[in-house]
């Protein structure tokens, strides 16, 4: 793992597209070999690594600006691998990322940078001092810089999370937003393509007997099954939050509510071990996590697919013997006829979610509700519903 993180490193920050250009071409121009770019505000930090490497390699200035995502002006300090690291960052502005030997000359260079910025008159700096950190450098912390707020036992470099955009890249590669230009370009082509040959070959029909427009059904209520396999992504690590029990989850409409109740941590504490798209929502009595499930374009199946919730519920029994299928319910509206019911399972875990997921392979499901409580195990309270559209009216002849 020693060459898994890229610290030292020729770091430019950038304000547009044109000066990434630039800033790649002056990095093959040196013979750099990697590099990682992430947008960060309003600014793109890059960082361009000489070692061609074969591993996989993520700049450390990134996660960790990500894992402390609520800090508006952090210095974290870690030892890692026998070096003293610290990283810097003021809003969009990365300060500092480098790593020093852990010895006497080191620990004066880290002091010397402390020193220099508190000199800068940063008074809501926040000193985030992960697990490793050496005795000596909490010490000094503590009687040289009282002024900060100081955050001891934060996460180890070893346990940050590795970031997609993070990961070091081939110089000969294109940025995202090369990507995106290009496949932009593609489109537009294809599309004009497609265009001029309906175009040509459209028949020509007369206005009288043009068809009457053909109006589409709205997506149905409810979200995808695959919210099932994402939950162990949205709730990771929920279980064992310092300071806090977690205790369960709801679904209602697309917003996923988390309930807490504080041991002894504080909100601020809280949002620093949570990923960043969970909002904060405290109320006097209860503690709420919030965030938002993205709903995907929902494509009506080609075909109708037929569904028993009796021969379905045999089959999963197979796999789940505790399983239980209550309130099977039928109704319709103007586009569907649906029928719903509701599937319990008192004790189950992550990967019993993934299972429960892929037996429903029906294409016309839709989770309604869903509730997660959190004890010993997990106890999941799931509602579904299937969906049949409902056949075009037809207009009575003799009106």
């Not at 993520?58 to 003293?84: M, P, S, T």
């Not at 080191?106 to 700096?125: F, N, P, T, V």
Request: glycine letters at 4%.
């Amino acid at each position: 793992m020693s060459e898994l993180w890229l610290i030292n490193a020729w770091r430019q920050q950038l304000k547009s597209s044109r000066a990434v250009a630039a800033a790649l071409k002056l990095a093959k121009s040196r013979n750099l070999q990697r590099y990682a770019l992430v947008r960060q505000g309003r600014s793109y930090w890059l960082a361009c690594s000489a070692e061609a490497g074969a591993g996989e390699q993520y700049d450390l200035a990134i996660c960790v600006r990500r894992q402390f995502a609520k800090i508006r002006h952090g210095i974290y300090l870690a030892l890692w691998q026998g070096q003293l690291v610290c990283v810097a960052w003021q809003e969009q502005q990365l300060l500092h990322c480098c790593a020093v030997e852990h010895d006497a000359d080191g620990a004066e260079h880290i002091q010397l940078q402390l020193a220099e910025m508190k000199s800068g008159g940063r008074s809501d700096s926040a000193l985030l001092l992960a697990k490793s950190a050496p005795a000596e450098l909490e010490q000094f912390c503590r009687q040289q810089l009282s002024s900060w707020r100081l955050r001891v036992a934060q996460v180890d470099i070893q346990d940050l999370r590795l970031l997609k955009p993070a990961r070091l890249r081939g110089l000969q590669q294109p940025t995202a937003g090369q990507q995106r230009q290009r496949l932009l370009l593609a489109l537009l082509l294809a599309f004009a393509s497609a265009a001029m040959v309906a175009w040509y070959f459209w028949p020509q029909t007369s206005t009288a007997n043009a068809a009457q427009p053909t109006q589409i059904a709205p997506a149905p209520t409810g979200l995808a099954l695959e919210l099932l396999a994402d939950l162990p992504r949205l709730l990771d690590g929920f279980e064992h939050l310092a300071g806090w029990q977690w205790q369960s989850a709801y679904l209602q409409g697309n917003r996923l509510t988390a309930q807490l109740r504080a041991t002894y941590g504080r909100s601020e504490e809280l949002l620093a071990q949570v990923a960043s798209d969970w909002q904060l929502q405290q109320g006097k009595a209860t503690t709420q996590l919030i965030t938002t499930i993205d709903k995907p374009r929902w494509q009506p199946p080609q075909q109708s697919e037929p569904w028993s919730v009796v021969a379905w519920q045999d089959n999963a029994q197979r796999y789940f013997p505790k399983l239980q299928v209550n309130a099977v319910q039928r109704g319709q509206d103007q586009w569907f006829q649906w029928q719903q019911w509701q599937v319990l399972l008192a004790a189950t875990g992550w990967d019993e979610l993934r299972r429960v997921q892929a037996l429903l392979t029906n294409q016309q499901l839709r989770i309604i509700g869903l509730k997660l409580s959190y004890r010993a195990t997990l106890q999941l309270d799931l509602t579904l519903r299937h969906y049949e559209l409902l056949p075009p009216a037809t207009e009575d002849p003799a009106a």
